[in-house]
């Protein structure tokens, strides 16, 4: 339900003069060199405060892949850009259904589990702005003469763009701040859009709930501007559902026969030391997100399989969970065929492989958890007796159990 209301939702914020509104005034305020770092750190904030990644990319993110295009900044950057900041922010959200989910399936205490991942997050998402930063310079002095002149008047003639077109927006990021969950949240986003685009575009009452079921087509006079606005609508959704649907049906698959639990055994059965169980079980993270398709077997499955073996070696909880969230929350959007990626190429319009090299923060989070496994850096391993290695699989779970 909620992919079906995020696609309804991006068209009716289109009819608004949400997003519309949101390029025009970005397009005044940033330039080349900022903008990618912008993106990112604006992408953080937002997906902090409301907890997902997900809404954070469907709205915001399709308004910066319009500012880019305007900036001169290549679609793929741009979206690489706003999914670091977004998973960024999400996975050090104390909102965000991942976080409470790792912390919750490995009984540690959420907020001890914010606390564990803090310095990795810090440290692998300043290291992706600089990226960033080095690919708006290299990017910077492109703009096409009159391109910005041409997207903003395009826009003023098209859509009313008054602060009373950002409604939408404020009732959104409102309800999620005030903790309401996230369909109604966007429920509410889409009435607004539905309300704004009737008392501020100015359109008729079926026209307006035509653009949520069937999308957007803009005519402005100009092809840039007409092809960013292009949307699908609630009926725009139906592929992204087919694919959630079936990596939904083969991670489950999967689970029950018990290749994923043999997977993770896999990665940490001879693990001589605390750092390699957790560069293990962040390894394992990230396979069995490439296998399933989905993030949350790439949490729940390591944590489940390996929580006894973290105790043995002396390590707390919140370490587990750290290490699932890090290396399985930010991966699963690298992988074309993943849930997470589908809607995210399909949100924003751009191919997974087109996005994934410039998806810094996806691969600089497992590497700094990788790293700080292998220095010892903020293990706070308990003296224990390390296991002797087991090559046997645990044993698989069955309805009888």
């Known amino acids: 339900m909620i992919i079906f209301t995020i696609y309804g939702l991006i068209a009716t914020w289109v009819s608004a ?9 970005g397009l005044e305020i ?7 770092p912008a ?23 399709v308004a910066f892949v319009g500012i880019g295009a305007g900036l001169g900044v290549p679609a793929p950057m741009t979206v690489g850009a706003v999914l670091s900041g977004a998973y960024a ?5 104390p909102l965000s259904d991942t976080t409470n989910l790792a912390a919750g399936v490995t009984n540690t205490d959420l907020y001890a589990h914010i606390r564990r991942m803090r310095t990795g997050t810090a440290l692998a998402f300043g290291l992706a702005v600089l990226g960033f930063l080095a690919l708006g310079l290299r990017a910077s002095g492109e703009i096409p003469t009159g391109r910005i002149a041409e997207i903003q008047g395009a826009l003023g003639e098209t859509y009313a763009i008054t602060l009373l077109a950002f409604i ?27 309300a704004t685009t009737l008392l501020v575009q100015g359109a008729g009452f079926v026209a307006a709930w035509e653009t949520f079921m069937y999308g957007t ?6 092809d840039l501007v007409n092809e960013l606005l292009a949307t699908g609508g609630l009926t725009g959704s139906a592929w992204t559902i087919t694919v959630v649907v079936a990596a939904l049906a ?19 059965s001879a693990v001589r030391s605390p750092g390699a169980l957790v560069a293990g079980t962040g390894a394992s993270a990230i396979v069995i997100n490439a296998l399933t398709a989905q993030q949350y077997m790439s949490i729940v499955l390591p944590s489940v399989t390996l929580r006894n073996t973290y105790d043995e070696f002396g390590l707390d909880t919140d ?9 399985g929350t930010p991966t699963g959007a690298l992988f074309p065929w993943h849930a997470g990626a589908v809607y995210m190429a399909g949100v924003t319009g751009v191919p997974t492989l087109e996005y994934a090299p410039y998806y810094l923060f996806a691969f600089l989070s497992p590497l700094v958890l990788f790293a700080m496994a292998a220095t010892g850096y903020s293990l706070n391993a308990t003296p224990a007796a390390v296991p002797a290695a087991d090559s046997s699989a645990p044993a698989v779970a069955t309805d009888d159990d």
């Open 168 to 194: 939408p927006l404020a009732v959104t990021f409102g309800l999620a701040l005030r903790g309401y969950a996230a369909l109604p949240t966007l429920v509410a986003g889409v009435f607004a859009g539905v």
């Open 89 to 93: 922010g999400d996975k050090q959200s």
């Open 217 to 222: 087509a803009p005519e402005s006079g100009s």
């Open 250 to 268: 083969l991670g489950g698959i999967l689970e029950r026969t018990g290749v994923l639990a043999v997977i993770a055994h896999a990665f940490t």
């Open 30 to 36: 940033l330039s080349p060199t900022t903008f990618l």
């Open 39 to 61: 993106a990112a750190v604006v992408a953080a904030v937002v997906a902090f405060a409301i907890g997902s990644s997900w809404t954070t990319v469907g709205t915001l993110g």
């Open 17 to 25: 003069g949400t997003i519309p509104g949101l390029m025009y005034y």
């Open 319 to 327: 370490q587990l969970s750290r290490a699932v969230e890090a290396a």
